[in-house]
């Protein structure tokens, strides 16, 4: 029997389930930190990782889930979602508004519910590989059970 799910992952897991989400976490041996390493140990094209990205908005968090093979334009963005300017957020503001550490931010698990924006071009992608709340935790689901867990804006965010 392998380790119990560190718990932080354990937070995500409980929210998939609340949301009638399937997918089960799995934890790597090595870190997942970034989409190309994510990619890289499931066999997946970097395309179906949907990273996690927590920006600072208007004075609160915005969490972008984008596509690993896409950078976010947040000036585009911005102007898209008729908001202030969209800046990276520190790390300290990404632990305060998620409870996760960047490179291990899930879509779900968090605090309380953040504004998230859902990249398009996830659609593309039978399934998709989100964090699981670590660096080295991660889940499958589909695109439409990305919306429904974040309540998600769609935006194209290139």
Not at 126 to 142: D, I, K
Request: net charge negative; with cysteine; proline share 6%.
């Amino acid at each position: 029997m392998s380790d119990p799910l560190p718990a932080r992952s354990r937070l995500v897991q409980e929210a998939l389930r609340a949301a009638g989400i399937a997918g089960e976490i799995i934890e790597l041996p090595d870190s997942a930190a970034t989409a190309p390493l994510a990619a890289a140990a499931l066999g997946v094209p970097v395309g179906a990782i949907a990273n996690s990205l927590v920006f600072w908005c208007d004075d609160e968090a915005l969490l972008v889930m984008t596509s690993g093979a896409h950078r976010v334009d947040t000036a585009r963005l911005a102007q898209r979602l008729g908001r202030g300017k969209i800046a990276r957020a520190t790390p300290d503001q990404v632990r305060a508004a998620t409870g996760q550490a960047i490179g291990g931010v899930a879509p779900a698990g968090h605090p309380t519910r953040l504004t998230t924006v859902v990249d398009k071009a996830l659609a593309d992608y039978e399934h998709v590989w989100a964090a699981g709340g670590t660096p080295h935790t991660v889940f499958p689901l589909s695109y439409a059970e990305l919306v429904h867990l974040t309540r998600g804006i769609v935006e194209q965010v290139d």
